[in-house]
């Protein structure tokens, strides 16, 4: 009886959850781990683990107190207070208190961050004691706490900020996980955070390795080197639900794919051959082939969003009327425009192969020059904006003005997108607290952005992951598609 009791005891104690550090191969790497100065979801897929926010999203999609112990708005909505937890420490040691959160939001609120637009409404921030923050705002901002649950609203140790620490390179918070080391197009190692105050993550740590090729993302989930990947390639989809000891895990995401157009280039900056780019893709195609699925878009919002008006259609696949809109708009049989696809997103540039070809059967010759990431976010999303037209997923956002500020003014997106109508709409949107008359200027906004077309909408993406059947717990943020290991387990 007693062999038998240790024997069926250590097969409990075989198949039990080990604490391990966990491997995960992701695509692209963080241009930087300073969550205050990058829009990449790259970036904020990396810093997750290392910073928290005020609030935060819970698993349902609700925003929820994280750092703050709670908060209150008043009945104007122009005087938000937060009650912070205390005890909590930044993973230098030193505690968490009201001045590194008037600091942090000082660094989002200030020029050249590149989301002041979500924090410019707060007009004086005020710590009256070490555990109390009160904003004021001029105008009531009803996508403030958004903003606040996103990974730039991470907060940063006030210390350190006024020392010119380098966090890009050495990054400093509360979260679950600790820096140790970062190799550049290598890999991302975090160890666990025994003092985390919602309790110690189970694994040991955390690494990211960037692997840009799927097929080794794929070879190393199947040999037992990455426990997770999240870039495996549609066309091994299969391969990986007939292994019984791999998981493919899908659903919906925020993730709305684009072929942008620059409405600042000749031919470009007229409606009627935006429309003709759009009639001339197979979005249906487009999807199942390099993304594995999604769901056709008819304008700059995911599927399934209650801001997304019901009466869109999506454009549609009809050649014919392609070629017709661009014969009256006087486009040239000889059009060449620069096609630039991002380096380490397999997905994008296959995506951008196929529209290449139906382009050409409209006439429309694409050339396509692959660019790396860097190179990507600082010369086609910002800086000189250098392209026609370029193939990319803006990742979902909790509130529909991280998803369209800024639209309709021409110098402020990388679409060149204008249209101060439009413009006017989102920017009152911002403003309005009512929730019915915030639907009706986001209706009018998303509508115009179908008709006047300043992207070649391709739809909503699939969340995709690939795991060993071992690994549990792990979960996507609803919207933000960033990576959560704080449950995750090993059996």
């Given at each position: 009886?007693?062999?038998?009791?240790?024997?069926?005891?250590?097969?409990?104690?075989?198949?039990?959850?080990?604490?391990?550090?966990?491997?995960?191969?992701?695509?692209?790497?963080?241009?930087?781990?300073?969550?205050h100065v990058t829009?990449?979801?790259?970036?904020?897929?990396?810093?997750?683990?290392?910073?928290?926010?005020?609030?935060?999203?819970?698993?349902?999609?609700?925003?929820?107190?994280?750092?703050?112990?709670?908060?209150?708005?008043?009945?104007?909505?122009?005087?938000?207070?937060?009650?912070?937890?205390?005890?909590?420490?930044?993973?230098?040691?030193?505690?968490?208190?009201?001045?590194?959160?008037?600091?942090?939001?000082?660094?989002?609120?200030?020029?050249?961050?590149?989301?002041?637009?979500?924090?410019?409404?707060?007009?004086?921030?005020?710590?009256?004691?070490?555990?109390?923050?009160?904003?004021?705002?001029?105008?009531?901002?009803?996508?403030?706490?958004?903003?606040?649950?996103?990974?730039?609203?991470?907060?940063?140790?006030?210390?350190?900020?006024?020392?010119?620490?380098?966090?890009?390179?050495?990054?400093?918070?509360?979260?679950?996980?600790?820096?140790?080391?970062?190799?550049?197009?290598?890999?991302?190692?975090?160890?666990?955070?025994?003092?985390?105050?919602?309790?110690?993550?189970?694994?040991?740590?955390?690494?990211?390795r960037f692997v840009?090729?799927?097929?080794?993302?794929?070879?190393?989930?199947?040999?037992?080197?990455?426990?997770?990947?999240?870039?495996?390639?549609?066309?091994?989809?299969?391969?990986?639900?007939?292994?019984?000891?791999?998981?493919?895990?899908?659903?919906?995401?925020?993730?709305?794919?684009?072929?942008?157009?620059?409405?600042?280039?000749?031919?470009?900056?007229?409606?009627?051959?935006?429309?003709?780019?759009?009639?001339?893709?197979?979005?249906?195609?487009?999807?199942?082939?390099?993304?594995?699925?999604?769901?056709?878009?008819?304008?700059?919002?995911?599927?399934?969003?209650?801001?997304?008006?019901?009466?869109?259609?999506?454009?549609?696949?009809?050649?014919?009327?392609?070629?017709?809109?661009?014969?009256?708009?006087?486009?040239?049989?000889?059009?060449?425009?620069?096609?630039?696809?991002?380096?380490?997103?397999?997905?994008?540039?296959?995506?951008?192969?196929?529209?290449?070809?139906?382009?050409?059967?409209?006439?429309?010759?694409?050339?396509?020059?692959?660019?790396?990431?860097?190179?990507?976010?600082?010369?086609?999303?910002?800086?000189?904006?250098?392209?026609?037209?370029?193939?990319?997923?803006?990742?979902?956002?909790?509130?529909?003005?991280?998803?369209?500020?800024?639209?309709?003014?021409?110098?402020?997106?990388?679409?060149?997108?204008?249209?101060?109508?439009v413009a006017g709409?989102?920017?009152?949107?911002?403003?309005?607290?009512?929730?019915?008359?915030?639907?009706?200027?986001?209706?009018?906004?998303?509508?115009?952005?179908?008709?006047?077309?300043?992207?070649?909408?391709?739809?909503?993406?699939?969340?995709?992951?690939?795991?060993?059947?071992?690994?549990?717990?792990?979960?996507?943020?609803?919207?933000?598609?960033?990576?959560?290991?704080?449950?995750?387990?090993?059996?």
């Amino acid at each position: 009886m007693r062999r038998r009791l240790a024997l069926l005891l250590a097969l409990l104690l075989v198949g039990a959850a080990t604490a391990r550090s966990v491997t995960v191969a992701t695509t692209a790497q963080p241009d930087t781990l300073d969550p205050h100065v990058t829009s990449a979801t790259s970036a904020f897929q990396s810093t997750k683990s290392i910073y928290d926010t005020l609030v935060e999203v819970a698993r349902d999609g609700a925003i929820v107190p994280s750092l703050a112990a709670s908060y209150t708005t008043s009945l104007d909505g122009l005087t938000w207070t937060f009650a912070l937890r205390e005890g909590i420490r930044f993973h230098d040691g030193t505690l968490l208190d009201a001045a590194d959160v008037v600091a942090s939001l000082e660094r989002l609120a200030a020029e050249g961050s590149p989301k002041r637009d979500e924090f410019t409404m707060i007009e004086a921030i005020a710590a009256p004691d070490a555990a109390t923050v009160v904003l004021t705002l001029s105008a009531p901002a009803p996508a403030l706490l958004a903003s606040l649950a996103s990974g730039w609203g991470a907060i940063l140790p006030s210390e350190k900020l006024a020392s010119g620490h380098d966090f890009g390179n050495q990054p400093v918070g509360t979260g679950p996980f600790v820096f140790v080391e970062w190799v550049r197009d290598a890999y991302l190692r975090l160890i666990t955070n025994p003092d985390y105050f919602q309790g110690t993550p189970v694994i040991d740590g955390v690494t990211l390795r960037f692997v840009a090729d799927s097929a080794v993302q794929l070879q190393g989930l199947r040999s037992g080197e990455f426990d997770l990947a999240t870039g495996i390639s549609p066309v091994d989809f299969d391969v990986v639900r007939a292994d019984p000891a791999l998981e493919l895990v899908q659903g919906p995401s925020g993730t709305v794919l684009v072929a942008t157009l620059n409405n600042r280039r000749p031919y470009l900056d007229d409606a009627r051959v935006r429309r003709a780019l759009n009639l001339a893709i197979d979005a249906e195609t487009v999807l199942e082939v390099a993304y594995g699925g999604g769901i056709p878009g008819a304008t700059f919002m995911e599927s399934g969003s209650p801001w997304l008006p019901d009466f869109l259609e999506p454009y549609g696949y009809d050649p014919e009327q392609a070629r017709a809109l661009l014969a009256s708009a006087g486009v040239p049989d000889d059009w060449t425009i620069d096609l630039a696809l991002p380096q380490p997103y397999e997905v994008h540039v296959t995506a951008g192969q196929i529209i290449q070809d139906m382009l050409r059967d409209v006439g429309v010759n694409a050339e396509i020059r692959v660019v790396e990431w860097g190179v990507w976010l600082g010369e086609v999303y910002g800086g000189p904006r250098d392209f026609d037209m370029t193939v990319i997923g803006h990742t979902g956002k909790l509130d529909p003005t991280g998803r369209l500020n800024g639209y309709g003014h021409a110098d402020r997106t990388y679409s060149g997108y204008d249209n101060l109508e439009v413009a006017g709409w989102i920017d009152r949107a911002a403003v309005t607290s009512e929730p019915a008359t915030r639907a009706s200027l986001y209706a009018q906004a998303l509508t115009r952005m179908h008709d006047d077309a300043p992207f070649a909408y391709l739809g909503t993406a699939l969340s995709t992951h690939a795991r060993t059947a071992a690994v549990e717990g792990f979960w996507v943020t609803p919207l933000l598609d960033t990576y959560d290991f704080r449950s995750v387990t090993v059996r």
